[in-house]
């Protein structure tokens, strides 16, 4: 790599590639901690009313949570493979692996649209809006979790698929320069990073809203 | 500049696929064992397993820079300080409570507001 390619402070491509990781991994952490307040309001509420927390998440579809969770699963996966198509210089199946972890997270998306069209039809929802039946104590509350855990999280899931396709679709044939080839391996690498932990969040997430005993 | 050679390919990935699923379906499983008391703590013991899963293999942290799994490490310490320290204030509240030492005017601080009562009866 010829010396124009490289911008200061950097001494090398493979520097470079690391200082990009690193900047994404600290951009994870902060969004771990955003997710920890969420997981924290869940764990006192939870704590506090404990018979509603049991009987109100049997209004959840455990079918589609199960079905989310395996595709969501299976969109890392392609994430992965995604990153691993980039290093290999296989241009048109990292932009495919791409569009196909966007599709999946449509998927996830509109099977999740499904369950709350549900949620509102049976007037499950969050505080002075709550007018469903069935459910002690205090059933507004959990739904008030539910929908503000699994709705911030919906929010990251559209923006990675925005993510994905605008890099599958704009970047695919720029990839000739070879500061061009690393930007893209960095940027489809940075990208699937940030899907893994929107995976991440839903590994928690379903257990503790589809699985309460 | 080919530089697959340092990370996990598609036969680590897949096999980490594979792993997650039967995982999910442990967790499936799982929940229906006749030990309610236990289900959340086997519950959050599986997502974890399934957590480092994804964090290792996919994310590619046991193949990444000191600084990053520094990074990563740091990130975990401080949320579980984050749990840790709000745990202890819950589960101690009530105890400084009932505490003669605790003056019954800072009582009612301590104790925070009174729930909020909502009727839902039309």
């Known amino acids: 790599v010829s010396s124009a390619a490289l911008d200061l402070p950097f001494v090398s491509p493979h520097q470079r590639e690391r200082a990009a990781l690193l900047g994404m991994w600290l951009f994870i952490g902060q969004e771990v901690l955003f997710f920890s307040g969420i997981f924290l309001v869940y764990a006192v509420l939870r704590y506090a009313h404990p018979e509603t927390f049991a009987a109100a998440h049997e209004h959840l579809d455990l079918r589609i949570g199960t079905i989310n969770t395996a595709v969501l699963l299976v969109s890392s996966y392609s994430a992965a493979l995604s990153v691993w198509a980039a290093r290999t210089d296989r241009l048109r199946l990292r932009a495919t692996l791409m569009l196909l972890t966007a599709a999946l997270g449509c998927g996830f998306l509109a099977l999740k649209g499904v369950e709350y069209a549900e949620k509102f039809h049976e007037g499950f929802l969050p505080g002075r809006f709550y007018a469903g039946s069935g459910i002690p104590g205090r059933p507004d509350i959990f739904f008030g979790v539910y929908f503000a855990s699994t709705g911030l999280h919906a929010l990251h899931v559209l923006i990675g ?7 599958a679709l ?18 489809t690498h940075n990208i699937a990073l940030y899907w893994h932990f929107v995976d991440l969040v839903w590994i928690y997430l379903f257990p503790l809203l589809y699985l309460i005993r | 500049m080919t530089q697959a050679s340092n990370h996990p390919g598609p036969r680590a990935y897949t096999l980490a696929l594979l792993a997650l699923l039967l995982l999910l379906a442990a967790t499936i499983g799982a929940n229906e064992l006749p030990f309610p008391r ?5 519950a959050l013991l599986i997502a974890s397993v399934k957590a480092g899963l994804v964090v290792y293999t996919f994310m590619e942290l046991r193949d990444s820079a000191a600084s990053t799994r520094t990074t990563a490490a740091i990130c975990v310490f401080t949320a579980a300080t984050l749990f840790g320290l709000s745990a202890v204030d819950w589960t101690e509240r009530d105890r400084r409570l009932e505490s003669p030492r605790v003056p019954i005017s800072s009582r009612a601080r301590l104790a925070g507001p009174p729930p909020i009562q909502i009727d839902h009866a039309p």
């Open chain 2, 38 to 42: 236990a289900a959340l703590a086997i």
């Open chain 1, 161 to 167: 698929i925005g993510l994905f396709v605008w890099y």
């Open chain 1, 170 to 187: 704009c970047r695919l044939s720029r990839a000739t320069a070879p500061r061009d080839a690393e930007s893209l391996r960095n940027s």
